[in-house]
T-cell receptor, first 116, second 112 residues
């Protein structure tokens, strides 16, 4: 257990529905990252926050995706009008500090999304 | 854009045999990290290499960072069934964001 928690662990939804995932990072970590991982691939960066500010979004993050970290603690990732191609594992990771030399990220257990 | 490639994609070994996975980046990296993901699990940080030519060991695992800081390798000596999983290398997209670019991973199967 890395100390990063995600909820729910599994989500099955029908195409067109909206889903929201939550991530609680390690408490003293000011950076929080969202990644998406599909079968047989490495995690792909989606977006990241430094405290409450969303500083970068990947081109993978379409307009149907939105992420927030309102108080600089937990974060939510919402997918609107889900599509079957959204089926994946959504991973959250957190990191302490801003130095590039300490890039260790601690991953949560992930939320596995299945869109029927 | 920046790419991180890993080979092989899969490796099946007999327990006790050695295993090596190789990682190559299209750009010079400030550091490289290795993660292990067990089946059904999430990536778990193993190690970070920062210096050119750096070699680090963790019991039966040996990690190496190339002189040009564009390639890396992970070598496992005398594999055990507990080594089963997918090993990912990852490099930062830029040193300011901490965003990681992952390789596609090498999945290791160990036959007892």
């Amino acid at each position: 257990d890395t100390g990063v928690s995600q909820d729910p662990r599994h989500k099955i939804t029908k195409r067109g529905q909206n889903v929201t995932f939550r991530c609680d990072p390690i408490s003293e970590h000011n950076r929080l990252y969202w990644y998406r991982q599909t079968l047989g691939q490495g995690p792909e960066f989606l977006t990241y926050f430094q405290n409450e500010a969303q500083l970068e979004k990947s081109r993978l993050l379409s307009d149907r995706f939105s992420a927030e970290r309102p108080k600089g603690s937990f974060s939510t990732l919402e997918i609107q009008r889900t599509e079957q191609g959204d089926s994946a594992m959504y991973l959250c990771a957190s990191k302490h500090g801003t130095s590039g030399r300490t890039d260790t990220q601690y991953f949560g257990p992930g939320t596995r999304l299945t869109v029927l | 854009g920046q790419q991180v490639m890993q080979i092989p994609q899969y490796q099946h070994v007999q327990e006790g045999e050695d295993f090596t996975t190789y990682c190559n980046s299209s750009t010079t990296l400030s550091n490289i990290q290795w993660y292990k993901q067990r089946p059904g699990g999430h990536p778990v940080f193993l190690i970070q290499l920062v210096k050119s030519g750096e070699v680090k060991k963790q019991k039966r695992l040996t990690f190496q960072f190339g002189e040009a800081k564009k390639n890396s390798s992970l070598h496992i000596t005398a594999t055990q069934t507990t080594d089963v999983g997918t090993y990912f290398c990852a490099g930062p997209r830029s040193s300011n964001t901490g965003k990681l670019i992952f390789g596609q991973g090498t999945t290791l199967q160990v036959k007892p």
